[in-house]
């Protein structure tokens, strides 16, 4: 495990069968149905990995089992629904975490702790973008034919994710937005169930997000477009401009431009880069610091702390890109309601020591 604090005891699946293939390749000690899940008394953290269209019902299940859980993004396709469960984690006293947990990796930490060094001043706007060829990838993962497949919700959210853990509460956003195309089957060895689909939501967003610290940031994510990915964060500050790396990973590099100075990047001031380093090499191993926001929820129950992924974060996540959708079909600016707080990792802690040839200490941070 790569994580000291967890017991990985039971794995479920709507189908048991791949899930025993994967308790066997794993040594998971238990293959459960979800009712089992819900029902074990010694389960006390259930990791929600489905597609977010059965988000709901799942969390719901699990909390009113008194079960803590921990959630893929999205937090749900309904905010009402987010509210609800919100609120009955709140009644009962348990914690939610909700991905994406990359905020806490070594890319956004370091961008982070520039930020509250005061390294480019007062951050006064911001642009921001990202595509990908949305509706191609929806014959591969076929999940994103669903409810929040479309490229805001899905890849957006972790620019939203990165942006308010580096700037804080959204209070305001605006807005224009279109929607997949119509898309016609183009790969073999694809589902032939159906030759043509549309992608749900908005796949296409440009808007603008105003902080409660007065930074004004445009957002541009565009679905319908080619798998050529050009992602970009910049912040303009009052001393310098900041680059922060790719959100979608741990490993992203910061850099900073001062005046009369060349771009510098700055050396990583965290842990969880994205190295594996429990394994031999896997596919998406820069995404290999995935779960440290489940180990640092588990850490968070043990202490009684509010845990930096949480609830809150998920809803105001989720509130901001609804918001867009809101405000972008009224022609009118909406303002988030919702509110959250997310304190830093201590620096100091790394994922490898030695040269990159041995495990670090980063888990300490969590604690």
């Given at each position: ?221 565009n679905g319908n477009t080619i798998n050529s990915e050009q ?137």
């Open positions: 495990m790569s994580f000291n604090i967890i017991d990985l005891v039971a794995i479920s699946n709507r189908s048991l069968g791949k899930a025993k293939e994967k308790a066997d390749q794993f040594g998971i000690e238990k293959v459960l149905s979800i009712d089992e899940v819900a029902d074990d008394p010694e389960i006390e953290l259930v990791v929600v990995l489905t597609p977010a269209s059965v988000h709901y019902d799942i969390i719901k299940k699990m909390l009113e089992k008194g079960k803590h859980v921990y959630t893929e993004k999205m937090f749900t396709t309904d905010i009402d629904k987010a509210r609800e469960l919100v609120r009955i984690a709140n009644e009962k006293n348990l914690y939610i975490g909700v991905a994406p947990d990359t905020v806490l990796g070594a890319g956004t930490q370091t961008a982070k702790l520039a930020l509250e060094r005061g390294m480019i001043g007062e951050v006064t706007g911001g642009v921001v973008s990202i595509n990908r060829n949305q509706n191609l990838n929806s014959e591969l993962f076929r999940f994103l034919q669903e409810d929040g497949g479309a490229l805001s919700y899905d890849v957006g959210i972790y620019y939203i994710a990165t942006l308010v853990s580096l700037l804080g509460p959204v209070k305001e956003v605006s807005g224009f937005t279109a929607p997949a195309p119509v898309h016609n089957r183009e790969l073999l060895f694809t589902d032939e169930s159906k030759d043509s689909w549309q992608i749900p939501g908005s796949n296409i967003v440009a808007a603008t997000l105003k902080f409660e610290s007065g930074a004004l940031v445009s957002l541009h994510i992602n970009l964060i910049m912040l303009f500050g009052t001393n310098g401009i900041m680059k922060v790396g790719n959100p979608d990973t741990f490993s992203g590099q910061t850099e900073i431009l001062l005046p009369e100075n060349n771009w510098v990047t700055l050396p990583f001031s965290h842990g969880y880069n994205g190295t594996n380093k429990m394994s031999d090499p896997m596919p998406f191993d820069h995404y290999g610091s995935r779960g440290v926001g489940v180990a640092e929820l588990a850490y968070s129950i043990r202490a009684g702390r509010v845990n930096r992924c949480s609830k809150e974060y998920g809803l105001h996540c989720m509130e901001i890109l609804v918001g867009i959708d809101i405000a972008a079909a009224s022609g009118k600016i909406y303002e988030v309601e919702s509110r959250f707080e997310m304190t830093s990792l201590t620096p100091g802690y790394y994922s490898t020591v030695f040269g990159g040839l041995g495990r670090g200490d980063a888990e300490r941070s969590l604690m």
